[in-house]
């Protein structure tokens, strides 16, 4: 948009300021001053019964700068297809997003910001027909009444989503001293609706499951610069949350002897909040050895207390840059971290309940709860600029983690659950390219990662059965999202005075994990590659210099590839990725 300046991601061992959430972080700087007057508004559509108008307005008016966007995206792809084919069964998506940005500049040492941005999506689930009927322990079909037979393309699940969040911040300069004292709001909640005898009749369980997270909190930061060589920052965070888990669940009696059905279907009803409190200090020192060497070092101290668990971890954080030469950059760094569980996905509920059911949890297996991950992370890498037009970047990671988080969809609705592994490790080395010379650009990256984990330690009897929990109690194994090589590629023209821009993309992957040889995650899905052509045409006759064009080919060779199989640690459905597809769009700006 017209009022960012600059964007970058921020991975790696992250310094001290960052908290709670490690996983990457984006920096936004947006341009001082008044903004440009306008915007412009956009019309696409095409494959899949896509249909996609947006706008975006921003502006000033005195010491008020203000930025708005919206969109509405409909088609029949909104959840990835289950099936090899070219369109998915039941697969109807409406999507609402709205973000405002409005900034008052109250004097030449203090701004007042609000950002908001709201978003409302339906989807349907998408079906595979041909499922075979749920049998009971024994063996021996389902009996619910009202269903003798089900065709499993005619299934009418769906799933609402909703998310919403408003920042207010005030900044303030004072001589050498900066701060930003911020308040937040957030709200999220997604409801599954079931369909009760085709869940039944497939999987002998069928519920409607609700779950909302609401959180307010506060956050101050400051930076004081001491000298030319020290720059002191430090801050505060407190955040507060509610989660409500609401479950309807019909499930079927089973005996516990011989596993047969025993009795109609019955419905359970359950409803959990939970709480959770966030507290975090820290502060930091950036160090400017010499025009060259930069040392940032401090730590953090963290608190998290929720209706589960009380946990507190101090986390010291070093990272140095030097410069080696003005092409050459290498940087280093290490970081302890404290991620809390994501509240709404802690599995909530009794399971007692349960018991003799076809909902019934694992017997003999704890039921502990999710625990924050503490996890020990090193980086190193080196930038190097061959030529003005060519960089390239060599970057490795090691991380060693306790109870570490991972989570995954188990049941029907695609709706994640958080679990721990007593132990995790990760680790991975990533090459990035990038060539720029006149119109042309090009960019690659690779990257070679394993990600292992063993022991299952929390939610075990309501996640997962006693041969999966034997068999990690006692082995490493791959995490699902682990995919051992991955890489991209694009290349774009801006052919001069034509305001023409062809571009071309790749993105290619060894496959994700899936179950084999009896070993959970012990096999992987078959390579895989997908290739995007498009261009963009700008107009500047018959009045039109304000108008642009665009079209795009995904998956230009039709590929067929499995994103996920299926099977796996918290992989309920297969998915395929999407197969080749047209769109096309008109932007105009004023």
Known sequence: SSDVCSSDLITGALPAQYGFRESGILDIHTKSGAFNEGGDVEMSGGSHETLRPSFEYGGSQGKLNYYFSGSYLQNTLGIENPTAGTSA??????????????????????????????????????????????????????????????????????????????????QKTIDDFNFQLSVFNSYSAVTFIPDSLGDLFFNGVAGRLDRSVMSNGLQFDSSYEINDSHTLRGGVLLNVQGATQTAHTTVIPEDPTTGTQNGPPFSVFNRDYSTAYSYGIYLQDEWKITKALTLNY???FDIYQSSQIRQNQLSPRMNATYKVDKDTTVHGGYASYFTPPPLENIPQGSVTQFVNTTNAATTGLPNDPTRAERAHYFDLGIVHNFTPEYQAGLDGYFKLSQNTIDDGQFGTAPILSAFN?????????????????????????????????????????????????????????????SQSFTGSLGLSYNIAQTETTPYMEMVCGSGLRMDGKDIPNGGSLPAYDSVNIGFTQGFKWAGCEHLSARFDVVNVADQIYEIRSGSGIGVFAPQFGQRRSFYGGLTYSF
Do not use: M
């Open 89 to 170: 069964i039941h697969d109807q998506t409406d999507q609402y997003r709205g973000f405002a940005y409005l900034s008052y500049v109250i004097d030449d040492t203090s701004r007042l910001s609000l950002i908001a941005g709201e978003a409302y999506n339906q989807f349907q689930i998408p079906n595979t027909p041909g499922q075979p009927a749920g049998v009971d322990g024994a063996g021996n079909p389902f009996t619910i009444p009202g269903a003798t037979s089900f065709d499993s393309s005619a299934l009418n699940e769906s799933q609402r989503e909703q998310n919403n969040f408003e920042v207010l911040a005030y």
């Open 421 to 481: 592994y007593r132990r995790g490790q990760i680790c991975g080395v990533e090459l990035s390219q990038s060539y720029t010379k006149g119109g042309f650009s090009a960019y690659g990256n690779i990257a070679v990662e394993e990600g292992i984990g063993t022991g299952f330690n929390s939610a075990q009897s309501v996640l997962f059965n006693a041969a999966k929990y034997n068999y990690v109690a006692s082995h490493y194994i791959y995490l699902d999202h």
């Open 298 to 300: 401090g730590g953090r």
